[in-house]
């Protein structure tokens, strides 16, 4: 196992608003690497950093240890992108636009007319192959545009939320598809989503991004081992004064608070310790208890605890 | 070693196909989203046959339509009145005004165009100079001059016919002249012919005179022998004298009657010598009178000679020996045939960088751009790819163009049509690349189609077109020389109209080449600086 990409001290700031807060991860040979995170966390922009298509502000990203800069035209050839919101002409067909992007990789007329035929079979659109892409259907253009990427049959395929916009079947299809490239050829894969629990299943590594940082990498189970030694408390009071609660609190138990608006949860070891402290603050400061809830948290709700307000 | 440089050469080759396939995928690729979108094919189809359409409408003719006219004068002669009636028969519309000031403030107020004041009593002679004002609107530069021209050559027009009138009648008298010179000419003649008779007849009776004898010779008459013969008769026969007496009174008689003889004779020599001297004079004077006859007629030989010297006789080259009509130069008809140069650079001006400005916003904004931004194509060649479509696509326009140019001028147009075909290429691949630079530099279609717009007024306007150049201060003037628009436009000129070789044109070849050249690389930049959107 090789490291493919890494990235280092990543900083993207569009004007004031600070996107990426020094990204710091590496994919390796053969992974399929998720990059979860919420809507507008920056997992486009990583993307888009990583393929030249916007600069970042500072940090250094490198191709197989070489600065991914000085290999672009290389890195080029290699890589397949598959966009969020399709890359292709909307006023040429499936087949116009497959044809047209083979041709920009060099590939001679009769193989891309194979691999049109492939590909179209591949991702279910053989029968609108001739229909002008401006006339798809979301999730229609969502495959056109996966097609597109496996033109040049890349060593590194990039998926920006392959799955979103899907019906459940054609999503477990594209993860199979996902799943069964990597295997077949050894395609690298990074892939992004909002949706751990489908991550779950075909990562290998997976980075939840937050707030600019990744919040946690590991592979899945080691996501899950990280966080299932705690037990989640999610507590709802009224009036609310969570900040005093918390003030009060003995934090000698506790791994993680996340505070929400009208929540908190809190993620330790020894959850009827902190019960029984809570309960002695709850009534001095005189919060009635609304909500009350103790359980161990899945991947989903480790996801989600970090990442929700 | 060897093996490793021909795949090294294999393999270059192999690159340049590359290119040209990938080239020509990339034009393909922007005509057919051209054609798709229907109304940017109809614009590209039949916008410049609709803008020669329009223009040709507007221009397709030398004169003005529709034109008001005032005039004013303090009173109208018969002149003034057919010149009024002539500038009526036109297309213009003419009203008399009350005052001068009335015709006059009438331009600001835009009720008429052209406001013309004749003098009072305006007649054609020698004393006056008849001097006719004219009033245009000087804001509106282009229709002033058109005005002004038109009118003047309406008026030229109508002082041409009072001088050609005016001529006639002189030229008439004149041949009239000669025509009785002639005629009377015989009348010299026979009266130089009766005079020399006279003079002849004069001479005879003059000789007949001379010849006249009239001397009498008193001793072939012997009266005393007789009277002697008598005297010696009646001595011999002693006749007695007395029968003698008779016959000696009748000699006597005799004698007398001879001596009255020769003194009437005496008195008719002295007549006939008084009468010799008279017709002596009359000779002479006969034949002063001869010579000044003849001298008459040389004189009328001079005149006739001297008329018939004249040898234009025909009124109108009398009047403009020289005529000047502007044409020749061209087969050109109309005022379209001289504006079509700067319109077919006009036209390929505005169509060349909205064009490409636009298919370069486009493709920047369309969704493929993240796509072909990553495909191992350069920058270059999406560049070149780009340049040659609009050049196709302008070039076909301009082949319209042409086919209207075919119909302005015919003749012996292959070379021009050649020539002009090349610098029109080169003129639309500088406006192309600056409309290119210009797509490049904005973010959305509405702006790069001002800029585009803005840069081509600009052009336009700092050109021939809507102000003469020499008209601007000294900077801009000297700007608008290096103005590609102005360029390509002379060129353009001097080729269609004067058939220019291309040779002598290689100046502004140079120019616009350097122009590409600064516009490509510009191009360049700017598609790099901008392509990552976000900094
Ligand atoms: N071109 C841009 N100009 C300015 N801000 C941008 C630009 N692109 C992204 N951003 C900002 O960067 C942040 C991250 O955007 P990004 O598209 O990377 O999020 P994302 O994780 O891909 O979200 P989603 O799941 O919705 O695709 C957002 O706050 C967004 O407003
Ligand atoms: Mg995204």
Redesign the interface.
């Known amino acids: 196992m090789s490291e493919v990409i890494n990235f280092q001290n990543i900083v993207k700031h569009f004007g004031k608003n600070l996107v990426l807060n020094k990204i710091d991860f590496s994919v390796q040979d053969k992974d399929i690497f998720g990059l979860i995170g919420l809507s507008g966390s920056g997992k486009t922009t990583i993307l888009n950093i990583m393929v030249g298509f916007m600069k970042a502000n500072k940090g250094k990203i490198s191709f197989r240890g070489k600065d991914i800069k000085k290999v672009k035209r290389e890195i080029e050839k290699i890589f397949g992108f598959a966009t969020q919101t399709g890359s292709f002409y909307n006023r040429l067909t499936v087949r116009e636009n497959l044809f047209y992007f083979g041709k920009m990789y060099s590939i001679k007329k009769h193989e891309i007319l194979q691999k049109t035929k492939e590909l179209l079979e591949l991702v279910e659109l053989s029968d609108a192959s001739n229909v002008i892409a401006n006339q798809l259907s979301i999730g229609m253009r969502r495959r056109l545009d996966i097609a597109c990427a496996l033109l040049n049959d890349p060593e590194v395929l990039v998926l920006d939320e392959p799955t979103e916009d899907l019906d459940p079947t054609l999503r477990k299809e594209i993860l199979a598809l996902i799943k069964r490239i990597n295997i077949e050829k050894s395609t690298t894969i990074i892939v992004t989503s909002h949706l751990l629990n489908e991550m779950e299943t075909i990562c290998n590594k997976i980075a939840i991004l937050h707030h600019g940082k990744i919040m946690e990498i590991g592979t899945p189970d080691n996501l899950k081992e990280r966080y299932s030694t705690n037990e989640e408390i999610h507590l709802k009071t009224i009036p609310g004064y969570y900040k005093e609660i918390l003030n009060k609190l003995d934090k000698k138990n506790i791994n993680h608070i996340v505070t929400k608006k009208d929540k908190i949860i809190i993620y330790t070891p020894n959850a009827e310790k902190v019960l029984y402290d809570l309960t002695r603050i709850l009534r001095d400061s005189k919060e009635k208890i609304v909500y009350l809830d103790v359980n161990k948290p899945s991947l989903e709700e480790v996801f989600e605890s970090l990442t929700r307000k | 070693m060897k093996k490793q440089k021909k795949i090294k050469k294999f393999n270059i080759k192999r690159k340049t196909i ?1 290119f040209f ?2 080239l020509y ?1 990339i034009i393909k ?1 922007d005509i ?2 051209l054609i ?2 229907k109304t940017s094919a109809l614009v590209i189809l039949f916008g410049p046959l609709l803008i020669i359409f329009l223009v040709g409408l507007a221009f397709n003719t030398s004169s003005l339509y529709n034109l008001k006219v005032s005039t004013y004068s303090d009173s109208y002669s018969e002149l003034t009145e057919s010149i009024i009636t002539i500038l009526s028969d036109q297309q213009y519309t003419v009203k008399k005004a009350f005052t001068q000031e009335e015709c006059i403030d009438g331009i600001g107020l835009g009720q008429h165009h052209v406001c013309i004041i004749f003098p009072a009593e305006m007649t054609i002679d020698n004393a006056e100079d008849n001097i006719v004002k004219f009033y245009v609107d000087e804001s509106r530069t282009n229709l002033a001059h058109l005005i002004s021209n038109t009118i003047s050559s309406k008026i030229a027009q109508k002082s041409s016919e009072v001088s050609l009138s005016l001529t006639q009648s002189l030229v008439n008298t004149l041949e009239s002249t000669k025509q009785e010179i002639e005629e009377k000419k015989t009348l010299l003649d026979s009266l130089e012919a009766t005079s020399s008779s006279s003079r002849d007849s004069v001479e005879n009776i003059k000789t007949r005179f001379t010849e006249l004898d009239l001397t009498i010779d008193k001793s072939d008459l012997n009266i005393s022998e007789a009277k002697k013969e008598i005297n010696r008769l009646i001595s011999k026969y002693n006749y007695s004298e007395s029968i003698f007496d008779d016959l000696k009174s009748k000699l006597k008689e005799v004698e007398d009657g001879v001596q009255g003889l020769e003194d009437k004779f005496l008195a008719v020599e002295e007549v006939k010598l008084a009468s010799d001297s008279d017709l002596n004079s009359l000779k002479t004077e006969l034949t002063a009178m001869i010579g000044n006859i003849n001298s008459l007629k040389a004189s009328f030989e001079q005149i006739k000679a001297n008329v018939d010297s004249i040898k234009v006789t025909n009124v109108e080259s009398i009047v403009s020996p020289i005529k000047t009509t502007i044409e020749s130069v061209t087969a050109k008809k109309t005022h379209l045939s001289f504006l079509f140069p700067t319109l077919v650079v006009l036209v390929l001006m505005f169509i060349s960088i909205l064009l490409s400005s636009t298919l370069v916003i486009r493709e920047k904004i ?12 350069s920058d270059f060649v999406f560049m070149f790819g780009t340049y040659l479509t609009n050049v196709i696509l302008v070039m076909f326009q301009i082949f319209i163009l042409l086919i209207a140019f075919l119909y302005f001028f015919k003749g012996d147009v292959f070379v021009i049509l050649l020539n002009s075909s090349l610098i029109l290429l080169v003129s639309a691949s500088v406006f192309i690349l600056f409309g290119m630079f210009i797509g490049y530099l904005f973010k959305t279609e509405e702006t790069s189609t001002l800029g585009a717009i803005a840069v081509g007024s600009l052009m336009l306007f700092f050109s021939n077109t809507i102000l003469p150049v020499e008209t601007l201060p000294g900077i801009f003037r000297y700007v608008s020389l290096y103005n590609p628009f102005v360029i390509a436009e002379q060129m353009l000129k001097k080729v269609m109209l004067f058939n220019v070789n291309l040779s002598a044109l290689s100046t502004s070849f140079y120019i616009l080449i350097g122009f590409i050249v600064v516009f490509f690389v510009l191009g360049l930049i700017a598609r790099e600086l901008t392509k ?4």
């Not at chain 2, 369309?366 to 194509?377: K, L, Q």
């Not at chain 2, 990552?532 to 900094?535: K, L």
């Open positions: 590359n396939i990938i995928e690729k057919k989203l798709r979108s369309s969704p493929a751009y993240f796509r072909n931004f990553i495909t191992p194509v990552r959107y976000f900094e």
